[in-house]
């Protein structure tokens, strides 16, 4: 499952990220309300956990800035805002769920769980492709043109990720927060050791290259 986490406390975020990666999910991080805007346009997520209170734009106008839109992704609205008109506001601009800060991982989790059933999102995947490149994500093996492709577990990871987001561009920054500890120096050059060595295992013997790097942007996996 793809989850969108939007929270602008550090510290609260980084328990969500690293619970919800313990759980095997896939878990994007944006700290302010108008990079969110642009996450929720530019991805598809099963379920967006939001903080009501956020620099630049409110999490209720994300809400509804979505709702107009038509964009239904389930959505966890997080505040420490607990009255009951707070949240009420809340779910009248189109809040699926209110989790009152501060909050047990646990629950948060049940919470999202319950979301993903209620609104019928598959919690699962079970395969992935692009051209002959396939994944299995129950047997965790991958192949192109028939032949097996033995990768770290790291390298699973991102290439899951690459999957997930075929066609588009994904800038260094996301590969962070979503493959690896979202505190990790962005300058480090472990993304791009990581993606030459995951570029020789999926390209060098195959034909067309599917692991593209775009100057200055980041990095495409496309036919």
Do not use: C
């Not at 903080?51 to 509804?64: E, F, S, T």
């Not at 790291?154 to 996301?174: I, P």
């Amino acid at each position: 499952m793809h989850v969108l986490v939007v929270e602008d406390d550090a510290r609260v975020a980084g328990h969500i990220v690293k619970g919800l990666k313990a759980e095997g999910w896939l878990v994007d991080h944006v700290a302010d309300g108008r990079e969110a805007l642009y996450r929720v346009a530019a991805e598809s997520y099963d379920v967006i956990i939001l903080d009501r209170m956020l620099p630049h734009v409110d999490g209720l106008k994300i809400l509804q800035t979505m709702r107009a839109t038509g964009d239904g992704t389930p959505v966890l609205i997080l505040s420490a805002l607990g009255d009951v008109d707070n949240r009420v506001k809340g779910l009248r601009a189109g809040g699926d769920d209110y989790l009152t800060k501060p909050f047990a991982f646990s629950e948060l989790l049940a919470r999202v769980e319950a979301l993903s059933r209620r609104k019928g999102v598959v919690q699962e995947t079970t395969e992935l492709g692009l051209a002959d490149l396939h994944m299995n994500l129950l047997t965790r093996t991958v192949t192109r043109g028939g032949k097996t492709i033995d990768l770290t577990v790291r390298e699973f990871a991102l290439l899951e990720y690459l999957l997930r987001s075929a066609g588009r561009v994904v800038s260094r920054s996301m590969l962070l927060e979503a493959v690896w500890d979202y505190n990790f120096d962005p300058q480090t050059n472990i993304i791009d050791q990581h993606v030459s060595r995951l570029r020789q295992k999926i390209d060098k013997d195959f034909s067309p290259p599917l692991l593209q790097t775009i100057r200055g942007a980041g990095y495409s996996l496309r036919a």
